[in-house]
Structures are given as C-alpha cells and as structure tokens.
C-alpha cells in the first residue's frame, strides 16, 4: 500500500506584460500552486489550484497535509472525506477530542476547498500512476483529439473595440473554431456593439462565447441577451450577479434562446446541482483546480450527464481534458488561452503536458495527468 509521506505546496506567479481586466477584477499576475505529494514507496503526484490569496491557501494545504498522513494514497475517497467532514460540526469537534482540529473556519471556506481540491487532484495522478495509465483510461475513456476552445477579449486600459476584434481573430486564424469574449463591463447596448465587432471579425460559422464575470442584475441582463442575440452567440457564461440564484437563471434562461453557462465559482457539487436541475444551465464549468478536486469533478459531471447537461470545464486543459475524454456524449470540449500574454504558466510551468494544436488538446498515453513540472521555473518564479 502506497501511503501519504509528503504534501508541500509551490505557489507561483508569474507577472502579467501589462493590466488585463475581466468586467469584476484586475488581473496582474498569473499564478498556480503546484501540489506536490509524496508516498512512502516513493510515488510523487502533482495538483494545481488556481486561488487566492496563494499563502493562506497554502497554509491550509501544509495543514491538510499533516492530518492525511499515513493515509492510502490511492483512498482519494477517503482523504477527501476527512478533510471536506472538518468542514462541518461533528460530534467530539468542539472542543476537539478526536485528534483532528476543530470545525474549519467559516470564513476561508473559498480557500479550505481549493486546497481540498489540490491535494485531491495530486492523488489522481498518483492512482495513474500506480496503475501504470493516464487518468482518461482509467476513467474508462478513449484518447481522442479534445475540441477546445480560446477565451481572450481581456479588457486593456484605453484599448478601441478593433483591438478585442483583432484578438479573436487571430485564435480563429490559428485553428480554433470557436473563441470565447470578455463581456459585461459596460452597458448593455455598448457591450452588445462591442460584441457585434467581434462577430464580423471572426465571422459567422465561428462559435462566439461571451464570458461576462456576474456583471447584471435580471433585467438588464435580459436587456443583454435580446440585444446580443442578433450576433448568433453560443452561450451566456456567469450572467447574474454572484449572489443570484437558479430561479433567477431560469428566469433569464426562459427570456432569451441563448443557453447560458455557469458553475467555475461553485464550491462543491451541492450548488452546482441544483442549476442543474433547475433545468436554467446547458453547459456546466464546474473548476477542479479552485474547488474540491478531480473527485467532485467526476461527480458534477456524472450528474451533469444524466440530465442533459453538457460539462466544459473552466481551464487547466492538462488535467480537465482527461474528464472531458471520459464523457464523449455529454461534453463539450475544454477551455484554453490563445497566447502567452494572458497564461504564461501554460508555456513555461511544465516539461511535459498535453498538447494544443488547431483548436484541440491532445492528450498522452503518459500515466497519470501526464504533466511533469520545470522546478526551475516554479524556483525563478516562486511566490
């Protein structure tokens, strides 16, 4: 039996070329931490999140760590229990007479999940690993070319629409047959301009995307929708300002013929079920790299598949492909960055990952997640 030795975590960022902005935050730097755990016999599995701020996640990581010691490293189950269980009140919690702390504070629970999910995800890697197979056969998948798509449109400080235009031009000439746009930092019928440029640009049998970070309440992102539809978009991604609900998106959903997208912000499969059910969602982008790991990404997609629900996971292609290789009826595809500008931890992080090309990922027949990461780079760009 593999046990748990070793759990470190690397946090890394890498500096931006210049601002970038989504329509709620600024964007400087691009950043991951690395998960590294070690088994006794010598196993090494390697998890990524995508959180902030990185030393409080990292701090929890170093706790989690110390409580999964000694554990069966292919019991991914198991660990994941313990951890997410500290989560909650449980008998012989307060005070704490088990052993384990006291229920986990309510207010890093952001920060508690997507260290959850990193270790969870280096597990993952480690169970291929051990059997000597990528995680997408293990999944009981085939290794087929991934359809992706390239997320730009970034807002830049005085930048003219022809610029976000030009950008998302330039994915399609690379290959990609559909491109996903920044959205929702101005009104309305401003954004619906900007978005009908793009269109031109890119022409109409592209797949166009607006990705538009909760930026309305219901009526005006209805106004949103019906003035966007003429542009033939693909779909509405996080719409509703974040404290909305599924009854609100399906309200907006019966408003408009675009079919909307959501879940990279959810914590757990809890929430992200009941927009699924709701019947309000088509597309789910349920994010193992900031919340619960590689295990609730397998049960969201499960669920997601026995109603319908199409999953195209938020990012990390290098890892999601492997889940969206398992599902071949009920997914879409897998988001990437069309450049270094705006993920320059793509091109420079590892030693071997998936690769893209033409607007697909490729994945290897390496085991595990097939990614080795460059400790140089993780070293010269430590956090």
Known sequence: MSRIATVTAHPVSVPLKEALWTAHEELKTSSVIVVEVLTDDGLAGYGQIKGSPLNVICNWVGRFGEIIRGMDALGHVAVWERLFGLTSPRPGGTPPSDGLPPPLSRNERPQIMAAIGGIDIALWDIKGKRAGM????????????????????????????????????????????????????????????????????????????????????????????????????????????????????????????????????????????????????????????????????????????????????????????????????????????GGPERDPLWFGLFTERAQVRDGYVYLSDKPGFGVEIDWDYVQKHRA
């Not at 629409?161 to 998302?168: G, K, R, S, T």
């Open 134 to 337: 990528p995680v997408w056969r293990l999944l009981g998948g085939e290794n087929r070319p991934i359809f992706s798509y390239a997320t730009g449109g970034y807002y830049r400080a005085g930048a003219l629409d022809n610029v976000y235009a030009e950008e998302l031009a330039s994915f399609v000439k690379a290959g990609y047959r559909a491109v996903k746009l920044k959205t929702g930092a101005g009104t309305p019928s401003d954004e619906a301009k900007r978005v009908r440029l793009v269109r031109d640009a890119i022409g109409e049998d592209i797949s166009l995307m607006l990705d538009m970070n909760a930026p309305y309440d219901l009526n005006n992102c209805i106004a949103f929708a019906r003035a966007v539809e003429p542009s033939n978009i693909f779909w509405l991604e996080e719409p509703l300002h974040w404290y909305l609900q599924p009854s609100d998106f399906v309200r907006l959903a019966q408003s408009t013929t675009i079919p909307l997208a959501h879940g990279e912000r959810e914590l757990t499969r809890f929430t992200v079920r009941d927009f699924i059910a709701s019947g309000a969602i088509r597309y789910v982008q349920f994010d193992s790299t900031r919340a619960a790991g590689f295990t609730e990404a397998l049960r969201v997609a499960q669920f997601a598949e026995q109603h319908g629900v199409r999953i195209a996971p938020h990012l990390a292609p290098e890892l999601h492909a492997h889940l969206v290789a398992a599902f071949p009826s009920a997914s879409f595809g897998i988001e990437t960055h």
